[in-house]
């Protein structure tokens, strides 16, 4: 079955830091693969998704992230973070079905120090 | 577009009360998605829908809870009776009709106490 692993339950960075948040995944082929933000009393927004191609996957807000077939791997980057960042993230997986089953993580809290 | 809207955003209930949470999902979406949050067990998809269709409930934790999607433009999520262990936020997201890497839209969410 497929799972999504987020090992840091709460991340704290200073103000234009650099940031990364890991995402380990379990799945039998290559999956789609999304990163998701929920600011504090909203709905989940989504930040990129992979799916195939380059490997490298831009997003929004200056977020970007990597798949790593090798590592299991979709870590969430950027190199400066702003205090408006300060939210959850949540890594995702989705089958490559006609499913459309979203698998999440159970979440990154960030906390941005001014 | 307005996006997913959810209601009520809030709601507070006693023990044994049916509760009615609501979604419009974004206009020609044709699936359509419940989760439900909450700290213990994190986002739980509990049903979907296709074209007005139920999918997959396999996510619906018990017979107290049921959805309906009567039209394209409108889904319910009933829980009846509420219990405490129901408090969470319930969340609907929608999305097109399936390519690969399709992504679904979430509402705000409704917040439900149960006391």
Known sequence: ?114 | DAGVIQSPRHEVTEMGQEVTLRCKPISGHDYLFWYRQTMMRGLELLIYFNNNVPIDDSGMPEDRFSAKMPNASFSTLKIQPSEPRDSAVYFCASSPYPTFGETQYFGPGTRLLVL
Not at chain 1, 33 to 55: A, H
């Open chain 1, 1 to 114: 079955a497929q799972s999504v692993t987020q090992p840091d339950i709460h991340i704290t960075v200073s103000e234009g830091a650099s940031l990364e948040l890991r995402c380990n995944y379990s799945y039998g082929a290559t999956p789609y693969l999304f990163w998701y933000v929920q600011s504090p009393g909203q709905g989940l927004q989504l930040l990129l998704k992979y799916f195939s191609g380059d490997t490298l996957v831009q997003g929004i807000k200056g977020f970007e992230a990597e798949f790593k077939r090798s590592q299991s791997s979709f870590n969430l980057r950027k190199p400066s973070v702003h205090w408006s960042d300060a939210a959850e993230y949540f890594c995702a997986v989705a089958r490559m079905d006609s499913s459309y089953k979203l698998i999440f993580g159970s979440g990154t809290r960030l906390l941005v120090r001014p």
